[in-house]
């Protein structure tokens, strides 16, 4: 399959542009901000849910002290 002459030339555009020493440092702090995002999405958002339903009613088993602590 053939890739239409304009798509190549904004392909290799974006190319050049991302090849650019001038944009290494914004370009970093992006990929920073998306793999933030994706781990978040993937690892911290189901963590946090699961947690949530594991230990919903937020009340500690500890009868040790009457100070709230975590469990014993």
């Known amino acids: ?15 050049a542009l991302l090849r650019k020493r001038r944009y290494h440092a914004a370009l970093a702090m992006l990929k920073g901000f998306r793999n933030g995002a994706v781990y978040g999405a993937k690892i911290r958002g189901p963590h946090a849910l699961v947690m ?5 009613s937020g009340r ?4 040790c002290s009457l100070e709230p602590c975590l469990p014993c």
Not at 4 to 14: D, G, I, Y
Not at 60 to 63: D, M
Request: glycine letters at 0%; proline letters at 4%; hydrophobic letters at 50%.
């Open 60 to 63: 500690s088993t500890c009868t």
């Open 1 to 15: 399959m053939a890739v239409p002459r304009q798509m190549r030339a904004l392909l290799q555009a974006v190319n």
């Open 52 to 56: 949530t339903f594991l230990f919903r």
